[in-house]
């Protein structure tokens, strides 16, 4: 309301009820698993449609008044109040990184995965999820997903891949102090439950497409164990330890801890 009193609306949709935009959730939010701190990884998409905006004060390039759009959602989000921030909000995401538009079109999204994407980028893609646009959009936004997920590799070379940023991370990430444990990002942390699943779908959801059906780990492991490429109890097992792990992360964030425990534990 407020973008549009200004620019008014693309003259495409003028007199219809959609908006030709579509929110994506990646990260805890796009699999579904967010905690009390859990910041919002976003990528904003929209239909690209060559035109001006009408009824506004100010007409402007249609692909521009999302951009102004997409602007004005993460200025809400981040406002700070006397509650505090409603949500920190991370784009990094979003194609070509910090160097890349706040939004860009479905097709152009669609290109850049196919074609230009780092491993990293598609391990992410694994963790996403259309929450917030038009029936017709989201269905074209999974079909781009389960293209991309389904895409034939070379599990060899995506060993390597997924392995170096793993330790890459590692290095960059984990400075815990003699005697405690970070459970996300120290070796057997949560974040190897989770390059474990996104390596999976990546190595094989092109011979069992039903591996890029879900952005969960927990039904990630699920469909795992039931095409056999791991074993049920190793799944369940790999399971347990999310979950428990998880519910650990929530209790450490409702006390204001950090995510370190006793090493012994």
């Not at 602007?71 to 109040?81: A, G, L």
């Not at 497409?209 to 190793?234: C, H, M, Q, Y």
């Amino acid at each position: 309301q407020q973008v549009s009193q200004r620019f008014g609306v693309p003259e495409h949709l003028v007199g219809k009820t959609e908006k030709g935009f579509l929110v994506i959730g990646y990260g805890k939010l796009g699999g579904i698993e967010l905690g009390y701190k859990s910041d919002l990884d976003l990528v904003f998409l929209y239909q690209a449609v060559e035109g001006q905006t009408i009824g506004g004060k100010k007409s402007i390039d249609s692909n521009q008044f999302y951009l102004r759009l997409a602007q004005k959602i993460v200025s809400i989000f981040s406002m700070n109040t006397s509650a505090g921030v409603l949500y920190d909000v991370d784009m990094r995401l979003r194609p070509s990184g910090d160097a890349g538009l706040l939004g860009c079109s479905l097709q152009a999204f669609e290109n850049y995965q196919l074609n230009e994407a780092w491993t990293w980028e598609k391990q992410a893609l694994v963790r996403s999820r259309a929450i917030f646009g038009e029936t017709e959009l989201k269905a074209e936004f999974e079909k781009i997903r389960c293209n991309v997920l389904s895409a034939q590799r070379d599990i060899n070379q995506l060993k390597i891949e997924v392995r170096e940023m793993r330790e890459k991370m590692y290095e960059h990430l984990s400075h815990t102090k003699d005697g405690f444990f970070n459970i996300k990002t120290d070796r057997g942390g949560i974040t190897d439950i989770e390059f474990i699943a996104q390596f999976a779908v990546l190595a094989y959801a092109n011979s069992y497409p039903a591996l890029a059906i879900w952005s969960d780990n927990v039904r990630i492991f699920e469909a795992l164990a039931k095409t056999g490429i791991i074993e049920t109890e190793i799944c369940q097992q790999l399971t347990h330890a999310y979950l428990r792990i998880r519910s650990m992360t929530h209790r450490l964030a409702l006390a204001e801890q950090p995510i370190l425990v006793d090493e012994a534990q």
